[in-house]
């Protein structure tokens, strides 16, 4: 009897496993069949998801350790933003800004609380906000700096990354993103992240903007130079030019503060907000400004459809709510310095160099050791799911929802990486 029984599990769980792992490469043969290759995912194939865990289609579980490039700051299905989601979906979706709904000036009131502006305005991609913050900068800078009509210069920083759209890639320095796809559009200067005297000699009368992410996040977690914020504010204002920072990955807890501009201190004149500000749920995007700034926007003259849809702003008010306490700018600074004391240890063997800021860190791979996607490969082989940004570098973001154990698990799998490739 036992033994009949033992053999027909036997029989069922090598079926289960062969069943799953043809449906794994199924899903991967259909997407790569079907969806064209703008991405190079990892092997997996995830099905479910709770807090900094997520399941594949084979049961195996991993450690979310990119968290949609800091999109899912509060983990997955976090109850608190399924609860008002489901709720709001139930009720009110779209509405179109054609009309009022209820939703979104409570959004409104308390985002621009959450920055200290006077106001927002509500989009939904990263890259929509980055291209409001380009035309609110330019708007502004022709009805109250006095650039002449068509001249305006907007001053951006080498290795940034600000979303897809064909402006903005048309300050992209990385070749991936602008080969073929030109003509670009002009109006952009660059100049050297972290480097003030070239941002000092790039901005004159016709330069409306200086953009930048405070922390570069696609560029491998690059903090700039201690006090460079500082200089960037104190610039912007003796020239009369806008201060914009792109904190679509940088803010909202992800680098122990709310903002990353915080850690010196420094307000700039636009923020721009995404990932995190849709809870991992919806795309919810936004600038925040002072009146003086976003006042230059009058109807008809800038909008989107799905922008500050009732939804959205259910989603981001919730978010914004769950910000305000400091609880999760906390936990990502305790997490973040627990993180960095473990990858230091392997700083000399195995790693060149470790970056953090909060629960953020880049870390350079030792080229004699693998490439980034190599370890991010080998990663995925201990459970845990990470994403090289440039080359050398492995980005971590980790959700602000795990647990010290949790990031035990992080080390110690990339200690067991290092070992084996070293
Ligand atoms: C992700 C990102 C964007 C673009 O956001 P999308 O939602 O992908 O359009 C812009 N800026 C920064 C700093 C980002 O990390």
């Excluded at 703008?38 to 092997?43: A, D, M, T, V, W």
């Excluded at 709904?101 to 409570?106: K, W």
């Excluded at 600074?333 to 700083?347: C, E, I």
Aim: glycine share 10%; with cysteine; hydrophobic share 40%.
């Amino acid at each position: 009897m036992t033994g009949v029984t033992a053999c027909a599990t036997m029989t069922n769980m090598s079926e289960t496993i062969t069943r799953h792992q043809t449906q794994s490469a199924a899903h991967i043969e259909l997407t790569e069949g079907y969806a064209a290759h703008n991405y190079h995912p990892l092997r997996v194939v995830l099905a479910k998801g709770e807090g900094a865990w997520v399941t594949d289609v084979e049961g195996n579980r991993y450690l979310d350790c990119l968290a949609g490039y800091s999109a899912l700051n509060f983990g997955h299905g976090h109850p608190r933003l399924l609860a008002r989601a489901h709720q709001q979906i139930d009720t009110l979706t779209l509405t179109s800004r054609a009309f009022y709904n209820d939703q979104l000036g409570p959004f409104a009131r308390d985002l621009a609380a959450l920055t200290g502006k006077e106001m927002i305005l509500p989009m939904n991609s990263g890259a929509e906000a980055v291209e409001t913050a380009i035309k609110v900068s330019r708007k502004w800078g022709y009805l109250t700096k006095g650039v002449p009509e068509s001249q305006a210069t907007i001053v951006a920083m080498e290795g940034n990354f600000h979303g897809r759209t064909t402006t903005i890639v048309s300050f992209s320095t990385d070749p991936d993103a602008t080969k073929d796809y030109a003509p670009f559009t002009p109006g952009f200067r660059l100049v050297p992240y972290g480097d003030i005297e070239a941002l000092r000699s790039a901005i004159d009368d016709t330069t409306v903007a200086v953009l930048l992410e405070p922390i570069q996040g696609e560029g491998g977690v690059i903090i700039p130079p201690e006090g460079f914020l500082q200089d960037v504010r104190t610039l912007c204002n003796s020239t009369n030019t806008l201060m914009v920072a792109d904190e679509i990955q940088s803010g909202l807890a992800r680098t122990g503060k709310t903002f990353a501009c915080d850690h010196e201190d420094v307000v700039p004149d636009i923020y721009v907000l995404g990932k995190a500000l849709g809870g991992g749920l919806y795309p919810v995007s936004a600038i925040a400004a002072d009146v003086d700034v976003l006042g230059v926007i009058t109807p008809g003259t800038h909008g989107s459809t799905f922008g500050g849809n009732p939804l959205a702003a259910a989603i981001g008010h919730e978010v914004v709510a769950m910000l305000q306490t400091g609880e999760f700018q906390e936990r990502a600074a305790s997490l973040g310095a627990y993180l960095a004391d473990g990858l230091q240890s392997m700083v000399g063997s195995g790693f060149e160099a470790v970056r953090t800021r909060g629960l953020w860190a880049g870390i350079d791979i030792d080229p004699a050791i693998a490439t980034g996607r190599h370890v991010t490969e080998a990663l995925l082989g201990h459970g845990v799911l990470a994403k090289e940004a440039h080359g050398q570098t492995v980005r971590l973001a980790p959700p602000l929802v795990a647990t010290e154990e949790d990031l035990d698990v992080l080390v110690g799998a990339f200690r067991a990486v290092i070992t084996t490739l070293a």
